[in-house]
């Protein structure tokens, strides 16, 4: 089955600098992945994805990066402000029809300092 | 508005006690699925349905089990509950397996206390 590593579990980043979060996947069949934001007590919230046939994929201050052939993913986030702090999760799939859910990676929980 | 709605928020029981957990969804998604989410750890997929086709994980315990009466309604049924239950159990929908229909919206979560 897909296995999902994510790095790092826990970033600081000064509140307007930027902040990346990377992980890799094992099976070469996924071809979706997903990024989700989960705020203390509440469930995940999708805020980016990426298909297997892009390689990178932008909105507004947040941005995924995919490398097939190296088989990772990363998410950027630019300006970052206060409200970004949370736990972010990556997550893998094939979504070729008769797939089981998400993979997910263990979470990076990121840290806006003021 | 909440698309993906899950009752209670909090449901606190006792060691050993049935408990029952609901999920209903407005978007009209084919699959619906249910993770455990237990302490600063990632979302575990326990099972999943498309439509009325029940899958289960090869390592979810039978103590779980869940029912899909609608395609609006989910519910996660825990026989006997113990102590290493409690967690956060997340409730998902997607519209389908493949191709645009991949994104997954969780609920809010409910958060099982077992004593």
């Known amino acids: 089955g897909e296995n999902v590593e994510q790095h790092p579990s826990t970033l600081s980043v000064q509140e307007g600098d930027s902040a990346v979060i990377k992980c890799t996947y094992s099976d070469s069949a996924s071809n979706y992945f997903p990024w989700y934001k989960q705020e203390l007590g509440k469930g995940p919230q999708l805020i980016i994805d990426i298909r297997s046939n892009v390689g990178e994929k932008k909105d507004q201050r947040i941005a995924v990066t995919l490398n097939k052939t190296a088989k990772h993913f990363s998410l950027h986030i630019t300006e970052t402000q206060p409200e970004d702090s949370a736990v972010y999760f990556c997550?893998?799939?094939?979504?070729?029809?008769?797939?089981?859910?998400?993979?997910f990676g263990k979470g990076t929980h990121l840290i806006i300092q003021p | 508005d909440a698309m993906v709605i899950q009752n209670p928020r909090y449901q606190v029981t006792q060691f050993g006690k049935p408990v029952t957990l609901s999920c209903s969804q407005t978007l009209n998604h084919n699959v619906m699925y249910w993770y455990q989410q237990k302490s600063s750890q990632a979302p575990k997929l326990l099972f999943h349905y498309y439509d009325k086709d029940f899958n289960n994980e090869a390592d979810t315990p039978d103590n779980f089990q869940s029912r899909r009466p609608n395609t609006s309604f989910c519910f996660l049924d825990i026989r006997s509950p113990g102590l290493g239950d409690a967690a956060m159990y997340l409730c998902?929908?997607?519209?389908?397996?493949?191709?645009?229909?991949?994104?997954?919206?969780f609920g809010q979560g409910t958060r099982l206390t077992v004593v």
């Open positions: 998902a929908t997607s519209r389908d397996f493949g191709g645009l229909g991949t994104e997954a919206f």
């Open positions: 997550a893998a799939i094939f979504s070729g029809g008769g797939a089981d859910g998400l993979t």
